[in-house]
């Protein structure tokens, strides 16, 4: 275990963990929007920074790619920390006015959309936090989507904005995505997913549609299983 | 050149190249950097090759690394007077050889002139340009040809390798290092020997050491001078510091927008390889090393240690969080010294002359000299190298010569895009690491953007946030999201549409994107507003509150008109006018159109009675 005092308690918490765990174990509330459990971290949102202090220097950090360290003093809510939460509510909310995560974070930190911002209307929810593009490589499997361009061009899609020939339509990005971006419809026997329909498998029991043929064929190929052994729901079987 | 087995064996190539070297035959060295190139010094060449041909002659026309003095190229010297010769046209090639080559006559006219004195200058050790400049790392470039080793042998290049490792431990050399007192020159300044001796200690295989010649600062090109000029002294330096952290592998990340650079460098590697200083048994030692070139494609953020790493390795070049150092967990998540070119190009010199040499020059924190690019409004524009605690007035009114048509200084930025301008109060500052970062600015790679009072300090701002958008990488909300911000709020002030508490709003904005960013491009990015605010508050009043650019610069902010009382009426900004905005009877005074005017200073600049008023 390693000691650390956070926000001024004594906290210990096993080796080898991120501050973030660190300080949620400790009760401490940090907000996240990048940080989802099914995917390695990027540090891409910026809002669990908090500010440590080794010695006399004092420094900001992402809490959760920050290893805890023994003796580390941390301040999860200083004036530095809180000044940069507030300013990524502010650059977010200009960026998807509409998402209603924003709004609703935002408010809980007590951040006000900045009226000298001109409000983007061609991002949608996307805040390019890049937890679908990590769960569809490192959980998938299939890298379907990517990142395109560089900085305020950035976009996330499958390449060259076309249907993807490698996307299974499984919605990993989907349930990953943290303000709702990624719009997927699932129709009975059809579904849309980044500009491309899948044909969907009904169960062999119930009849009930329940995943995209793709799907079933990626999974029945990597594990060996045979097709028909899993076109059946998982209620069903 | 033959494999060398040992020391030995170097020293008797060294010596058996300077047996061949005479010092009284004549040498005409040309400037063959890309500056120079850029005037067309390679046709020079030629025809000075031609020249000597035709006149049966026996003299080597030499084309070296970069001379510095880029504002008069093409240059050459001849040799062995070391008579300086400036803005050579191929006009000038058969005097040249027939006069000054023949018969040792200098030619006047194509000597420089000094503005100060209008007297006429020989040597080039006396150009006020050169005159107070230290070239230790710089000053061989213009006697080597950079494409053939045995230049670099012969002023005892790779005897500091020799040196190293016959009779230095690996921890020697590191100490040695440590004690000169280097800095990083690529920007940050951290302490090389430090950095060195964290990854001798760190575990892993093998072991990298990289040189950073992705310089992508707007007007910087030393690093690509010293690649271009003289590549065996990075390859030394890196070899060295293989040696002491046990490095195994290393590389070259260059941008492949300096061709010239990959070309050189690619034929000195090959070169080096030949001669057994790189690859498997170093001089006969156990020490097996070898270098391989990483071509970039010229992202600014590649810059960065973390990005520069992704891109070697074949992903997109975006940082990462760098808890854990570059040292123990680099490229390939293996111990990483990553140094700066000029910073390995300082090795050499440390090894071969001493720590306490080494030390003896400069200030109290920064050792050594530096290579600054001295561009914009400056009279001398090109490269210098000097002793670190020069003051900035000496580095612009000394070696630069001052303001072109006697204007005023307003400020120099410093750092690349993300330095800081710094006013006329502080022209006294001696430039150094930490001097240059107390007041809000920072050394970056060593660019000096100079500007006269008609440059407009929000628009400068504006400039330098624009590159960084552009260069920024996305990954992190602050930089991505805030640096667009910042300049969207600085157009706005440019074309009159500022509001009051602009200001702070940018203060705010700064304060946050430089402590919530990942990597250093997002956490320096508001330095140029930062800093122009602090020295320049009255500018971005009177943009916001007056609606007024008091150095004429922002075009929804003035208009032109011509002072009757100085106009001849001699016609000539007619011409230029690609709008037809000007009109009036010749030898009468001209009026300008508004309405018509785009704004875009031609007229300005061909009026030779300074009588168009712009406010």
Not at chain 2, 502 to 515: K, Q
């Amino acid at each position: 275990m390693v000691n650390m005092i956070i926000d001024g308690k004594n906290i210990s918490a096993p080796k080898d963990t991120m501050l973030l765990e660190a300080i949620r174990g400790a009760g401490i509330s940090v907000p996240t929007l990048c940080a989802h459990e099914a995917v390695s971290r990027s540090g891409s949102c910026r809002l669990c920074v908090v500010e440590i202090k080794k010695g006399n220097r004092s420094r900001i950090v992402t809490s959760c790619l920050y290893g805890v360290e023994e003796g580390l003093v941390v301040d999860t809510k200083s004036d530095r920390v809180l000044n940069v939460r507030r300013l990524v509510m502010e650059l977010l909310l200009a960026r998807c006015p509409e998402s209603d995560v924003l709004q609703k974070m935002a408010l809980e930190m007590g951040a006000k959309p900045q009226s000298r911002f001109v409000a983007d209307t061609d991002k949608g929810k996307c805040i390019l936090c890049r937890s679908c593009v990590r769960v569809c490589e490192e959980v998938v499997g299939v890298s379907a989507i990517g990142l395109f361009a560089r900085g305020s061009q950035k976009t996330v899609g499958p390449p060259f904005h076309e249907q993807s020939d490698v996307c299974i339509g499984c919605g990993a990005c989907v349930y990953v995505c943290p303000t709702g971006h990624i719009e997927m419809i699932s129709t009975g026997e059809k579904r849309k997913i980044w500009g491309r329909r899948f044909k969907m498998q009904p169960c062999d029991k119930c009849g009930k549609y329940f995943a995209p043929v793709d799907q079933l064929k990626f999974i029945s190929k990597k594990t060996g299983v045979p097709f028909k052994e899993l076109s059946v729901c998982t209620e069903c079987r | 050149m033959i494999k060398m087995n040992n020391t030995q064996a170097l020293r008797q190539v060294q010596d058996d190249l300077k047996s061949q070297y005479d010092p009284k035959k004549k040498l005409v060295t040309i400037c063959a950097g890309t500056g120079c190139r850029g005037y067309g010094c390679i046709k020079v060449k030629e025809e000075l090759e031609a020249e000597i041909k035709k006149q049966n002659m026996d003299v080597e026309v030499r084309a070296t690394g970069c001379f510095g003095f880029c504002e008069k190229g093409p240059l050459v010297i001849i040799h062995p007077e070391k008579i300086f010769y400036q803005q050579v046209k191929i006009k000038d090639v058969p005097d040249i050889i027939s006069k000054t080559v023949a018969q040792g006559e200098v030619l006047e006219k194509l000597l420089y002139r000094d503005p100060q004195t209008n007297e006429t200058v020989m040597k080039e050790e006396d150009v006020p340009f050169y005159k107070k400049q230290n070239r230790l790392v710089f000053g061989q470039n213009g006697m080597i040809d950079p494409t053939r080793i045995e230049d670099y042998l012969v002023i005892d290049g790779y005897s500091a390798l020799a040196k190293a490792l016959s009779g230095m431990t690996p921890e020697g050399v590191i100490s040695e290092v440590k004690k000169a007192g280097l800095r990083g020159r690529g920007g940050g300044g951290f302490l090389a020997g430090i950095k060195w001796e964290g990854s001798r200690r760190a575990h892993g295989e093998p072991k990298y050491v990289i040189g950073n010649g992705d310089e992508g600062d707007p007007g910087a090109y030393m690093d690509r001078s010293l690649m271009e000029g003289n590549p065996h002294s990075v390859i030394e330096g890196m070899i060295i510091g293989a040696y002491a952290i046990g490095a195994s592998e290393g590389y070259i990340y260059v941008r492949n927008e300096y061709p010239l650079a990959v070309i050189h460098l690619t034929m000195a590697i090959e070169s080096a390889r030949e001669a057994g200083l790189l690859g498997r048994n170093i001089l006969g030692t156990d020490f097996s090393f070898d270098i391989k070139i990483s071509k970039g494609g010229g992202a600014f953020v590649c810059g960065e240690s973390s990005a520069l790493f992704a891109s070697i390795e074949g992903r997109a070049g975006e940082p990462r969080a760098k808890y854990v150092h570059a040292v123990e967990k680099g490229l390939w998540d293996k111990p990483t010294v990553l140094n700066n070119v000029e910073t390995w190009a300082n090795v050499p010199l440390i090894i071969s002359k001493g720590a306490d040499w080494y030390a003896s020059i400069g200030t109290e924190n920064s050792k050594g000299t530096k290579i600054f690019s001295l561009v914009g409004k400056i009279n001398n524009t090109g490269l210098i190298e000097v002793p670190m605690g020069m003051t900035l007035r000496e580095i612009i009114y000394g070696m630069g010569g001052g303001i072109p048509k006697g204007r005023k200084f307003k400020a120099v930025q410093t750092g690349g895009p993300s330095g800081g301008c710094i006013p006329e109060s502080l022209l006294d500052l001696q430039v150094d690491f930490d001097r240059l970062y107390e007041v809000g600015s920072m050394m970056g790679s060593g660019g000096m953007i100079v500007m006269d009072d008609r440059s407009c300090m929000v628009d400068v701002a504006k400039y330098f946030l624009a590159f960084l958008q552009e260069e920024s990488c996305g990954k992190c909300v602050p930089c991505r999201e805030g640096v667009r911000r910042m300049r969207e709020i600085l157009e706005d002030i440019c074309a009159g549409k500022g509001e009051e508490g602009d200001v702070e709003l940018l203060e705010h904005i700064s304060t946050g994107v430089a402590d919530g960013s990942l990597c250093a491009l997002g956490g320096s990015a508001p330095n140029p507003v930062l800093s122009t605010i602090k020295y320049f508050r009255e500018e971005y009043d009177a943009h916001i509150r007056d609606h007024r650019c008091p150095a004429g610069v922002c075009k929804a902010l003035i208009t032109y008109s011509i002072d009757p009382e100085k106009c001849t009426g001699c016609g000539l900004c007619i011409k230029v006018c690609p709008t037809q905005a000007v009109s009036g009877e010749k030898k009468k005074a001209h009026t300008i159109n508004n309405d018509l005017c785009t704004r875009c200073g031609a007229c300005i600049e061909s009026c030779k009675f300074d009588a168009i008023n712009v406010k």
